[in-house]
């Protein structure tokens, strides 16, 4: 029988050197076994939960998505316009701004990411004035051009975005955000 060659211990942190007994033998000693042992249930629990994180993904609606989207979207208007006032009374103040849509989402949903469309809207403009369309127009002519606002009252261009395209939709805002902060 020839000689047996020395292993190092696959436990975590040990590695010592052993003459194993037999060629299935991994660690030096019952300790090193029962750490063996954790090390692969952790690994598996992880691994485990990973499987998890991807199968709950799967399973999110498109509504889901559509509202991350959205929330990345308007803090990008957000942070776009922040140094402007609001875009309909044109006033500087204290309050919560919102990200107010010149063609309302209900009414031209296909819109709802234009950034044209989309600007830096005081509160009670936007939800107590429903959007204060009889001032927003015109001071959005002045900020993107008569063409654009036509551009924008004509464009009907039905879609219905899939949940890959609202993922996309919602890295690339991220992306602009931070591009712009």
Request: glycine content about 6%; some cysteine.
């Amino acid at each position: 029988m020839g000689k047996v060659k020395k292993k190092s211990c696959k436990a975590k942190g040990c590695r010592k050197k052993f003459t194993p007994n037999n060629s299935l033998q991994q660690v030096c000693g019952v300790m090193c076994a029962i750490a063996l042992d954790e090390q692969k249930k952790a690994t598996k629990a992880k691994e485990q939960r990973k499987n998890d994180k991807v199968k709950i993904e799967a399973l999110r609606p498109a509504s889901f998505w559509g509202k991350r989207a959205v929330t990345a979207f308007n803090k990008f208007i957000r942070e776009r316009d922040k140094d402007l006032p609001c875009i309909s009374c044109g006033r500087y103040h204290t309050g919560q701004y919102h990200a107010g849509h010149f063609m309302s989402r209900g009414a031209r949903p296909e819109l709802q990411f234009h950034p044209s469309n989309n600007n830096k809207q005081c509160a009670p403009c936007n939800t107590h004035l429903s959007g204060n369309i009889s001032l927003y127009r015109p001071a959005l002519i002045l900020k993107v051009g008569l063409k654009m606002v036509e551009y924008l009252e004509i464009f009907n261009n039905p879609q219905r975005l899939t949940i890959d395209e609202l993922k996309e939709i919602e890295q690339h805002y991220k992306n602009e955000y931070k591009r712009i902060r």
